[in-house]
């Protein structure tokens, strides 16, 4: 059983950044391949980027590639995403969800949940 928290969040200018974190707690978190979605305001929850258990692949929606990278430290348990040049449709609730053993984008696959962090980026 792992828990996710997601921090960072805030508001920020176009063109700015963050860098969001997600802490796990409980056992496992280093087998673990990780990820973060975002859903906009009235639209579906969709996929940003995705780290396997190593930190050796990563990938990433093509709208962010280039802007955003995600990284992780198993041995502090911390998710990372750094977010680069930041534009108003970035602006979302940040999840960071967690699944042992399958390394993909589709959201149906991760067993684990954050609460989310808000993302507002204005204009």
């Known amino acids: 059983q792992v828990q996710l928290v997601e921090s960072g969040g805030a508001l920020v200018q176009a063109g700015g950044s963050l860098r969001l974190s997600c802490a796990a707690s409980g056992r496992g978190f280093g087998t673990y391949d990780m990820a973060w979605f975002r859903r906009a305001p009235g639209k579906e929850r969709n996929f940003v980027a995705a780290?396997?258990?190593?930190?050796?692949?990563?990938s990433y929606v093509d709208s962010v590639k280039d802007r955003f990278t995600i990284s992780r430290d198993n041995d502090q348990k911390v998710v990372y995403l750094r977010m680069n040049r930041l534009k108003p449709e970035d602006t979302a609730v940040y999840y960071c969800a967690g699944t042992p053993k399958s390394f993909t984008s589709e959201s149906s696959q991760y067993r684990y949940w954050g609460q989310g962090t808000q993302v507002t980026v204005s204009s």
């Open positions: 780290i396997n258990w190593s930190g050796r692949s990563t």
